[in-house]
Nanobody
Framework: QVQLVESGGGLVQAGGSLRLSCAAS????????MGWYRQAPGKRREWVVA???????LYADSVKGRFTISRDNAKNTVYLQMNSLKPEDTAVYYC???????????????????????WGQGTQVTVSS
């Protein structure tokens, strides 16, 4: 089973930026989809963003326009660039790899796009006000 290792979390002031990395032990191109989830204290883990094998990206409304997912197939790494961070972005962020699926749509907007099979251990992101 592939190992996913996240890095790049930390403490940042509101309005600041962080870039998370997710390094896979195998080829990320073998996965239909990769994504990021987050879990804040006392809350359920929630989907944040996904990138599909063909390059399509999907974002939760709460991060759209502020977060950007990308991948480097040669490095087997997926990135999450987080800009204009807000205190409500504080959470443990988890990288996920798996199959395409789990879509849910509202009008013309669709979300999800990933059914995770593997998870990283998580990296803490704390945004101070």
């Amino acid at each position: 089973q592939v190992q996913l290792v996240e890095s790049g979390g930390g403490l940042v002031q509101a309005g600041g930026s962080l870039r998370l990395s997710c390094a896979a032990s195998g080829s990320i191109f073998s996965f239909d989809a990769m994504g990021w989830y987050r879990q804040a204290p006392g809350k359920r883990r929630e989907w944040v963003v996904a990138i599909l094998r063909g390059g399509k990206t999907l974002y939760a409304d709460s991060v759209k326009g502020r977060f950007t997912i990308s991948r480097d197939n040669a490095k087997n790494t997926v990135y999450l660039q987080m800009n204009s961070l807000k205190p409500e972005d504080t959470a443990v962020y988890y990288c996920a790899a798996g199959r395409e699926g789990g879509y849910y749509c509202s009008g013309d907007d669709c979300y999800g796009g990933i059914t995770p099979d593997s998870w990283g251990q998580g990296t803490q992101v704390t945004v101070s006000s």
